[in-house]
């Protein structure tokens, strides 16, 4: 069965530009989990959902990052005004329930040049 | 908050020695720790977790409360063991995982 799928691998953009990150769980997985990375860190986490209900995004920077969930499967990141400092490794991890087993995709490599 | 610290970025050892990686976390609560491991060019994924005390590759890990630990350890480190380790927290599995920065394992033969 195929794993936790993020598109794109790689995006790389300019100061200012708007970007979407996708992120499409494991089937079933009712828990959605947002992290991103930078060089020489550990997974620092964004936000998470439950459904499609947003339960706790205290890790988002700022309000230039949002995520929905509207139909508790497939989610987008969302950050506006891209800044030179969101660059990173954008992880997205899903488990059957929250509090359990996290499945981690690829990740999608943001560069903001 | 919960914090978890991974004091060293790398470690490098020879083949046949042993391994332990260091995990310490700030929580006065009743923690649920795991180690999470990313192999060249693979994802992130569970190794082990605490509360299920198991050994997977032939690596273990003790949860210390009273020196707040999770040291994971192997007794005869193998060339596929290198990897980036990573020690996690959750508490009680109410919060999302908290993660640590991370150590480079390499073995060499």
């Known amino acids: 069965g195929a794993g936790v799928s993020q598109t794109p691998s790689n995006k790389v953009t300019e100061k200012g530009k708007y970007v979407e990150l996708r992120c499409d769980p494991i089937?079933?997985?009712?828990?959605l989990y947002w992290y991103r990375q930078s060089l020489g860190q550990g997974p620092e986490f964004l936000i998470y959902?439950?459904?499609?209900?947003?339960?706790?995004d205290s890790g988002l920077p700022n309000d230039r990052f949002f995520a929905v969930r509207p139909e508790g499967s497939v989610s987008t990141l969302k950050i506006q005004r891209t800044e030179r400092g969101d660059s990173a490794v954008y992880l997205c991890?899903?488990?059957?329930?929250?509090?359990?087993?996290?499945?981690f995709g690829s990740g999608t490599q943001l560069s903001v040049l | 908050a919960q914090r978890v610290t991974q004091p060293e970025k790398l470690l490098s050892v020879f083949k046949g020695a042993p391994v332990e990686l260091k995990c310490n976390y700030s929580?006065?609560?009743?923690?649920?720790l795991f180690w999470y491991v990313q192999y060249s060019r693979q994802r992130l994924q569970l190794l082990l977790r605490?509360?299920s005390r198991e050994s997977i590759k032939g690596f273990t890990a003790d949860l210390n409360k009273g020196e707040t630990s999770f040291h994971l350890k192997k007794p005869f480190a193998q060339e596929e063991d290198s990897a980036m380790y990573y020690c996690?927290?959750?508490?009680?599995?109410?919060?999302?995982?908290?993660f640590g920065k991370g150590t480079r394992l390499s073995v060499i033969a």
């Open positions: 991890a899903s488990s059957l329930r929250f509090g359990e087993k996290l499945f």
């Open positions: 089937s079933g997985h009712t828990a």
């Open positions: 959902f439950q459904g499609t209900g947003a339960a706790d």
């Open positions: 929580y006065s609560g009743s923690p649920e």
């Open positions: 605490h509360i």
């Open positions: 996690a927290l959750t508490v009680s599995g109410n919060t999302p995982l908290v």
